[in-house]
């Protein structure tokens, strides 16, 4: 596995985003955010740098469907606007809450997800 350097002011915003989530926001998050969520703003910030912005089709529904997550995005495209002098397009808060939503999985559904895997291995055994 090769890992590769990160600015310092990407792991600086990195890591405000991730206070904004869990003290303004009350998320609580697995420590793999600190390195998903830092990876990504790297990425963002090279793509920027190379003229290159993706779009998010699924964008609306992030922002409706998952609210809380999708303003932690806002936070972040805001403050990598403010920080870098970057134009950062809007559907970047999706991907940003796509990284919440996902480092939160397990600590949301774990329960639930196991009663459904028992349930769903019960039907599979009587058939």
């Known amino acids: 596995m090769r890992i ?31 390195i998903t969520l830092t990876d990504h703003i790297d990425g963002v910030l090279t793509r ?8 998010n089709q699924l964008t609306m529904e992030i922002s409706r469907v998952y609210d809380t997550e999708f303003q932690i995005g806002l936070y972040a495209v805001n403050l ?7 134009e950062v397009l809007r559907d970047e808060a999706a991907f940003v809450a796509m990284h919440f939503l996902n480092n939160r999985m397990d600590l949301i559904w774990p329960a639930q997800n196991r009663k459904y895997g028992l349930y769903s291995n019960s039907c599979m055994t009587r058939w």
Request: include cysteine.
């Open 4 to 34: 590769k350097k990160v600015l310092n002011n990407n792991v600086v915003i990195a890591e405000d985003v991730i206070t904004y989530a869990s003290k303004e926001k009350g998320l609580e998050l697995k420590e793999l955010i600190h």
């Open 80 to 86: 990598l606007r403010e920080k870098t002098g970057c």
């Open 48 to 55: 920027l740098k190379k003229g290159i912005s993706l779009s």
